[in-house]
């Protein structure tokens, strides 16, 4: 292994803790919940479940011994590992796959962020008291039709996430992820409460977990799938760089097993947290993202209690998009630090702005260039296209096949610590259904 040349995570903990933050995001608290109940309930859990363990799983811990192994950012880690291995130099492509799906993904993504920075102040203000569908509804519209307020919350954004990032592994990404996550946990943790007793609580434990076996068509299993790969992060170039600052002494299969499990009670427990206010108020529970930002701020807006529930939930959505924001611009400021003569703060700044300023074209689609656009869609439908269609993809498949096909294979077993039995299911798992999984969410995604 490469000898260990920058930061180090401090523990196993925080690690966990960082990993796991970068895999709860937005999706988790409205997606990943509506999917379950749309999909036929515990019967959806147990099929993600399997698509986590046969797909998620093999990719999280190929990206994580990558990185580790090169002990450097995603682009100069392949670019050695290939070398090392006698392989073809193209497989540095992997590593600029990865960093520009973060950076594409970071620059929208903080633009939602932005979003849910402002109805946090919303909620404490009483934007939402009173109001009918129709009120609420013009708030967002008002909000993306406005390019000068998106602009200012999306730079706030931006600058809270630059200055955790910049402050480096130790004093900025774990002292975030320490704090933040378990903030996360208690919020969650004080909504469900709140849920215990709305009257429907029952209601939506039955919309969730109620298994109905006859909705698992191949649809479902395909939705299961895609989750399974898009929950953790992968394909981003994120667990290679946080791979990049393991040691050698933490276990890579059950630190996968920890996060892949905590990942998915954060996404269950916000689904018991969110459901009751939904069924409370006669919502529509498959709203997709405008549950969010329209649906659950009416329910807030003529609620008891709605100003503190409103402000609690905007404050998990906001510390969700936080965790997930600043392990998206990681390895971008991981890679120009290694790659140029800049430190790590002047890196930071660096990459923050050309990543804020990428966003400021995807805020601009939403009204001055709403008509403005690429391959048939607009500038923020493009960007998330192009991440989660291709370079997302393209990138995780590309990571689990160099690690089973292209990697010396004893010194893998050696080092993920394999018998015999383990590495036959790893090695059915990296070479062929792990990339079939990836390679079917692919084609069905076009």
């Known amino acids: 292994m490469a000898k260990i040349s920058h930061a180090q995570w401090s523990s196993k903990l925080t690690f966990i803790l960082a990993a796991t933050g970068s895999a709860v995001g937005l999706g988790n608290i409205w997606k990943f919940p509506y999917m379950v109940g749309e999909s036929g309930g515990a019967a959806f859990v147990l099929v993600y479940l399997i698509c986590i363990a046969l797909v998620g799983l093999p990719i999280l811990v190929a990206e994580w011994l990558l990185g580790r192994r090169g002990q450097k950012n995603p682009i100069n880690t392949m670019a050695d590992l290939a070398k090392q291995e006698g392989r073809s130099k193209g497989w540095v492509l992997l590593g600029i796959s990865g960093v520009l799906g973060a950076f594409v993904i970071l620059s929208f993504y903080s633009v939602i962020g932005g979003w849910s920075l402002s109805y946090t102040l919303g909620s404490v203000t009483g934007d939402f008291s009173g109001q009918d569908a129709d009120g609420i509804g013009a708030l967002f519209n008002g909000l993306l039709a406005s390019p000068g307020t998106l602009l200012l919350w999306h730079s706030l954004f931006m600058i809270l996430v630059i200055g955790i990032v ?8 774990e002292g975030a992820v320490r704090t933040l996550m378990p903030a996360l946990g208690i919020i969650l943790v004080v909504l469900v409460g709140y849920g215990l007793f709305s009257g429907y609580f029952g209601e939506a434990i039955s919309f969730m977990f109620n298994p109905d076996w006859s909705k698992l068509g191949g649809d479902v299993v395909l939705a299961a799938m895609g989750q399974a790969f898009f929950t953790l992060s992968l394909g981003m170039g994120i667990m290679m760089a946080y791979g990049s600052y393991l040691g050698e002494d933490v276990d890579l299969l059950g630190t996968a097993r920890t996060v892949i499990i905590l990942d998915t009670l954060f996404a269950l427990i916000a689904g018991l947290a969110i459901f009751p206010i939904v069924f409370a108020n006669g919502l529509d529970p498959s709203s997709g993202p405008g549950l969010i930002f329209v649906t659950l701020p009416l329910a807030f807006g003529n609620m008891t209690g709605g100003v503190v529930i409103g402000l609690l939930f905007f404050l998990l959505l906001t510390f969700a998009a936080l965790t997930s924001a600043i392990s998206l611009l990681e390895p971008v400021v991981e890679t120009v630090e290694e790659r140029t003569p800049l430190s790590r703060v002047g890196a930071t700044l660096v990459a923050g702005a050309a990543t804020w300023a990428l966003g400021i074209a995807a805020l601009l689609s939403f009204n001055a260039w709403s008509e403005v656009s690429l391959l048939g869609l607009s500038i923020f439908d ?22 089973g096909w292209f990697l010396d294979g004893d010194k893998v077993r050696r080092e993920l610590g394999l018998g015999d039995t383990g ?4 090695n059915l798992t990296t070479r062929f259904i792990a990339p079939i999984g990836v390679v079917v969410v692919f084609v069905s995604s076009l």
């Open 423 to 426: 590495s036959k299911l790893w």
């Open 382 to 403: 493009f960007l998330d296209t192009l991440t989660s269609k291709y370079l997302l993809p393209l990138t995780g498949l590309l990571a689990v096949v160099f690690v």
């Open 166 to 173: 910049a402050r480096g592994v130790t004093a900025g990404l």
